[in-house]
Structures are given as C-alpha cells and as structure tokens.
C-alpha cells in the first residue's frame, strides 16, 4: 500500500492562526514518520502552494520532532470572514494534502 499523509498520520487538522493565516499541523506516530511528512510537504511545495492559491516562498514548513508534528503555516485566501469565505475557521482546509505520498 502506497504511504500517504492520510494513511500515516494519527491526526491531521487546520484552523486559523488569525484572520490572514492558516496552520495545518499532522500529528506523527513517531520521530520517523515526522520527518517523513515534513520532507514531503517540502517536496510537494508547488502543489500545496497552488492548491492554496499562495506562493510556494509564502509557506512555512515546521519539522517539530520533539512533540512528533509536522506543520505548515500559510497566508488565508480569501482572508478569514470575507464574502468570498467558505470555511470561517479553516477546519477542513487540510483535506487537499491526505493524497500526498511520503
């Protein structure tokens, strides 16, 4: 079976980190599957970063292997309570990143 965020992650999650930026954070099983998901967020940058209408130099990739998260921070398009917002408080907004292979 193909290793994807979904299927190696305990929990994955996304919220507002205020009204103009976003926080997914992916909670590992261990020191190696975080290293592992933090390798492939960077590796797939172009992808996350078109996927979130947002410059690839724009995100912020964290590899935080003493609490075993992998988390990336990004700017919030459109801005968290505009008339374009669909998602008030960015908590289905990791869904697009649980096909990607690591």
């Excluded at 980190?17 to 099983?29: E, K, R, V």
């Excluded at 992998?70 to 919030?76: D, E, G, V």
Aim: glycine share 4%; net charge negative.
């Amino acid at each position: 079976m193909m290793r994807t965020i979904e299927n190696t992650v305990k929990y994955i999650r996304s919220k507002n980190a205020g009204p103009f930026w976003l926080t997914i954070d992916a909670f590992c099983n261990s020191v190696e599957d975080t290293e592992n998901v933090a390798a492939a967020f960077e590796r797939e940058k172009e992808f996350i970063a078109k996927s979130y209408h947002v410059k690839p130099e724009d995100l912020e990739i964290y590899c935080l292997k003493h609490i075993q998260v992998a988390k990336i921070s990004l700017p919030r398009v459109p801005v968290e309570g505009s008339r374009d917002e669909r998602d008030m408080h960015g908590g289905q907004q990791y869904v697009s990143l649980l096909d990607i292979e690591c």
